[in-house]
């Protein structure tokens, strides 16, 4: 989600759950060189969306830079912003579920 629309939207039809914004935010670099390594590489450019999210929603919601955190970090970081607190089990335990 990169526009304040689209967030209005799904403020006004997921009133029933709570909602929490999350934005990993790890910088285009970073984002662009993650894309770079997946197995489907996208050939698009999506950068310039990182100034219209910033300008759009850069005060809303929790903000994570977890350029420089691993998957189990961002999970741990995105947890907490939101209150549960969960520890994320090994891939051994609890079928890598977060509990």
């Excluded at 997946?38 to 999210?53: F, G, M, N, Q, T």
């Excluded at 830079?65 to 994320?88: F, R």
């Amino acid at each position: 989600m990169v526009r304040r629309s689209h967030l209005d939207l799904y403020r006004a039809k997921l009133t029933a759950v709570p909602l929490h914004l999350v934005v990993l935010a790890p910088g285009p670099a970073v984002a662009w060189e993650r894309n770079q390594t997946r197995e489907k590489v996208l050939a698009v450019d999506w950068s310039p969306l990182d100034e219209a999210l910033r300008s759009e929603l850069g005060r809303e919601g929790t903000w994570i830079d977890n350029a420089a955190q691993s998957v189990e970090e961002t999970v741990e970081a995105i947890l907490s912003a939101i209150g549960l607190g969960a520890e994320v089990c090994p891939a051994g335990g609890a079928g890598g579920r977060v509990r």
